[in-house]
């Protein structure tokens, strides 16, 4: 054991921990002869384990002091537990619906234990891989983001509270500082991390690192992803950080998440899906084609943002006499006035939506960390052409945001371009 309490679990660790755990052990029933014990941490920074018992059952989550894929030429704080624990707690008291319970928290042992997520539930990205339409999932998800972003801003919170809960998430800096390295530097510049399709993205990707617009749009997003303080977000909100059956939506991992611009919330959700569609050609067989369920992407993409817009809205309008300060009453204290700052912020909103999206998508591309998506499209040449359009939807979508009025818009371009 480490001198300062952290031992990383194996499976005779984790039982004899959980027993010693009270809030745990009664999660399982205080029964522990016939565990089942599995360890599913397929992402990149953690250990992640399934315990059952006969009457119960959770999830162990222990953060490394290393990122896992890469070993330990490449540390993490593993404080990062912390702030993952408190996201959970902050964003499940605003939304119980979608986010799992957090039973338990060790700080020295950089360990949460957690609701258990049971089966069929799958990770929304393999069930895109797998063409399965989820009729609830803009509906669910729109839900997540309006209740998480707007009651943690300033048009519910007072300036004061948001000042307080800011500088509670300002430790989160190893977390922010690797979002930046990967999200708004790497793919932008030569890296030993980059890697891609070769050769047939060799030229696109030299292209990514000369293109002098695409690196002035890229700084203004990572200003804005370092300095803007605007609400309580997940941080790391793609296809892979949510769980999905056809009538349910959880969201996990939060462990990036800080006081930053909601628009990188929302662009990375929209972005994987927008990623997900561009792969549907590389997983079309005979008989699938893969167009109706690309349509249904479409269609999820255009519900997100315009629910969200109508959910996030009707909250503003709600508490528009609460607590908030971003827009004092006694100074917006008519309708025309109302309404012109409600569509300032909700055009810059969508502009940085769009923004922070295509910049997730290029770095899965060209950068460190790439998607399963594309990933398990086999033969490099058709990966490589799913890739390529996705890549250019992308720049021209960083580019050209502010040109875009509505969703739609979005949608039809990429109908365009496909």
């Known amino acids: ?31 522990f002869d016939k565990l089942e014990i599995e360890e599913v941490g397929d992402g990149n920074l953690n250990f992640v384990y399934i315990v059952i018992s006969p009457s119960g059952s959770l999830v162990i989550k222990q953060a490394l002091p290393y990122i896992r894929c890469i070993g330990e030429s490449w540390p993490m704080a593993k404080e990062r537990a912390y702030f993952e624990a408190i996201t959970l707690k902050e964003h499940g008291g605003l939304c119980p619906d979608h986010v799992p319970e957090v039973y338990h928290f060790d700080s020295s042992m950089c360990l949460i234990g957690m609701r258990y997520i049971e089966p069929p539930h799958i990770i929304l990205r393999k069930g895109l891989i797998a063409g399965i339409e989820y009729p609830l999932l803009a509906e669910h998800v729109s839900d997540y983001m309006a209740k998480t972003l707007f009651y943690t801003s300033l048009l519910y919170l007072t300036t004061t509270d948001h000042k307080s809960a800011v500088a509670k998430y300002c430790g989160n800096v190893e977390m922010c500082r690797l979002t930046e390295q990967v999200v708004f530097s790497d ?13 047939y993205l060799d030229s696109d990707a030299g292209a990514v690192r000369e293109d002098n617009l695409l690196k002035l749009e890229i700084a203004e997003l990572k200003s804005k992803f370092c300095e803007r303080a605007q609400a309580l977000i997940h941080g790391d909100l793609h296809t892979g950080s949510i769980m999905v059956t056809g009538d349910s939506t959880q969201v996990i991992d939060p462990e990036f998440g800080f006081y930053g611009p909601m628009g990188f919330d929302i662009g990375a959700f929209v972005g994987n899906l927008i990623l997900a569609y561009f792969a549907q050609d590389g997983h079309a067989v005979d008989g699938n084609d893969r167009k109706h369920y690309k349509v249904w992407i479409l269609r999820t993409i255009t519900e997100t943002w315009n629910l969200f817009y109508k959910k996030f809205t009707a909250l503003w309008d709600e508490h528009k006499d609460g607590p908030g300060e971003a ?3 006694a100074i917006y204290n008519n309708p025309d006035v109302q309404l012109l700052v409600k569509q300032k912020y909700m055009k810059e909103l969508f502009h940085d939506t769009l923004g922070f999206g295509a910049a997730k998508m290029i770095r899965r591309i060209v950068g460190v960390a790439h998607v399963a998506d594309f990933e398990s499209i086999k ?34 371009a990429m109908e365009k371009l496909d």
């Not at 510049?189 to 070769?198: D, F, G, I, L, Q």
């Not at 050209?400 to 818009?409: D, V």
Request: aromatic fraction near 8%; proline fraction near 6%.
């Open 187 to 199: 793919p932008y510049k030569v890296s030993e991390h980059n890697h891609w399709t070769s050769p």
């Open 1 to 31: 054991m480490a001198s300062d309490g952290f031992r990383p679990l194996d499976e005779k660790l984790l039982v004899e921990y959980v027993k010693a755990t009270p809030v745990l052990a009664e999660k399982l029933g205080n029964q």
């Open 327 to 329: 827009y004092l009453p």
């Open 379 to 412: 033969e490099a040449k058709k990966r490589a052409d799913c890739e390529r359009k996705a890549l250019n939807f992308a720049k021209n979508l960083l580019k050209g945001r502010r040109n875009f009025q509505s969703i739609s818009e979005v949608v039809s």
